[in-house]
């Protein structure tokens, strides 16, 4: 077997008649007549990166709730214009809104197998978004995977920016 061809099980040799092996001619001459990756070492790595991401991502939370956010607006609003802003931010994001009664509405948002629910509660001078209900979030009592915090915080923003000035 050539030294071009490769002689362990595991390993791709790249030979520097190769457009990448020319890239190599430059390299100091320690790396000998060919350029070798270990495959064993490069899936090993992937590896333990794709666990660690994986486990990032599951990460957990305190639930965050939103307490008595302040509308912001130059003039009075009405409840119901307080509402459409509400339903309006809310789709905007991919929620599902459904209205209740006058000041509440029960929010939902469906991604992939994931579900959460929450309930915004409003009136003319503030609203709350309180955790309702959740699927495949990992909801223990108290803590949950962090993207529901996330979404509910870019739902409060939209909300502020959906408001009428």
């Known amino acids: 077997m050539s030294k071009s061809e490769g002689s362990a099980r595991g390993t791709l040799v790249i030979p520097r008649r190769t457009a990448i092996g020319a890239f190599c001619d430059g390299m100091p001459q320690f790396l000998g007549e060919v350029t070798k990756i270990n495959l064993r070492k490069l899936t090993n790595t992937v590896v333990v990166l794709t666990a660690a991401l994986f486990v990032w991502s599951c ?62 509660l409003y009136d003319t001078d503030n609203y709350s978004i309180h955790y309702r209900d959740s699927t495949n979030l990992e909801y223990d009592g108290n803590n949950i995977n962090r993207h529901y915090n996330r979404w509910i915080v870019n739902l409060s923003i939209d909300i502020q920016r959906a408001l009428p000035l």
């Open 59 to 120: 990460a957990q939370a305190p639930v965050q709730n939103i307490d008595d956010e302040a509308i912001v607006s130059r003039s009075a609003l009405l409840l119901d214009e307080v509402e459409t802003a509400i339903l309006k931010a809310g789709r905007i994001r991919g929620w599902k809104m459904k209205p209740v009664e006058p000041g509440h509405i029960v929010a939902t948002l469906d991604i992939r197998k994931h579900q959460a629910v929450a309930d915004i």
